[in-house]
């Protein structure tokens, strides 16, 4: 067989339930590490930056990883690259934040961290994922790089925003979105060049709108039982639930995995 590229969504794929409180199945991890034991490339693929994965990543058994929604590689525990928004289209979506009276937040460096410039932010969303630093009189143009912009409101109150429609962004939480790369295919693809392998040999597995990216025709896609209709209709496989062996399950289906004898 050759040798295939696995690249695994995290919350709702490979670990069941909420931030803070989840867990993986045994059979999830049994099938991870037979796929290890016979040779096969596994990764992480999320949208969370590096800084606020890498642990979760070295606590879940890998050591290679697609991160900050397809803009970050590391491989070998090594951070390799992470590309930062477009800086002008950041700015210009802040500047119309200001003019029309919403509240924002920005994450200008690779820090467990979001800054805002009063502390409305939390005020608004009470939010916990990451802390909030007030820096009174915080302007973006002081920093040179823009890696994630968030702004809270509840939809569909960013309709108002002109500039959001140039940027990619998300809404995981009703208080706020995250404005952050979209594309997790970019990275995999860079991943997969860097180790001179094919495209055809590449399995994602995902259950959520931001998957949508990574499930392309050029490999296989494995949607969980639990994913999003939307993820399902563009799979090539749908397996059973996260809780219910999904991975472990469809390893078996297409034969990546065999049990010793």
């Not at 823009?146 to 002109?162: D, R, T």
């Not at 990574?214 to 939307?230: K, V």
Request: hydrophobic share 35%; proline share 4%; glycine share 6%.
């Amino acid at each position: 067989m050759n040798k295939k590229f696995f690249f695994f969504d995290i919350d709702g794929t490979l670990a069941v339930g909420t931030p803070g409180r989840q867990y993986i199945p045994e059979s999830t991890k049994k099938a991870i590490r037979m796929l290890k034991e016979q040779g096969h490339f596994v990764a992480i693929a999320t949208g969370r930056s590096y800084a606020m994965a890498v642990d979760h990543m070295r606590s879940l058994g890998f050591e290679n990883m697609v991160s900050d929604g397809g803009n970050g590689i590391t491989i070998n525990n090594e951070l390799i690259t992470i590309k930062p928004l477009d800086y002008q289209k950041c700015i210009d979506l802040i500047d119309e934040c200001k003019e029309k009276g919403f509240i924002w937040a920005i994450s200008p460096d690779n820090k467990t961290r979001r800054l805002a410039p009063d502390s409305r932010f939390y005020d608004f969303t009470h939010d916990v994922y990451m802390d909030t630093e007030v820096v009174d009189g915080l302007d973006p143009r002081n920093y040179d790089q823009i890696f994630k912009v968030y702004v809270a409101c509840f939809a569909p109150e960013e309709q108002k925003l002109e500039t959001l429609k140039e940027l990619p962004w998300c809404r995981f939480h009703k208080e706020y979105l995250f404005v952050e790369p979209g594309d997790k295919s970019v990275g995999i693809k860079m991943m997969v060049d860097h180790f001179k392998g094919n495209y055809k040999d590449v399995v994602v597995f995902g259950d959520e709108k931001n998957d949508l990216s990574m499930f392309r025709d050029e490999w296989t896609s494995i949607a969980m039982g639990n994913a999003i209709d939307e993820l399902k209709e563009k799979a090539t496989y749908v397996t059973t639930p996260c809780d219910q062996d999904g991975i472990y399950n469809a390893c078996v289906h297409f034969d990546w995995i065999k049990e010793k004898d």
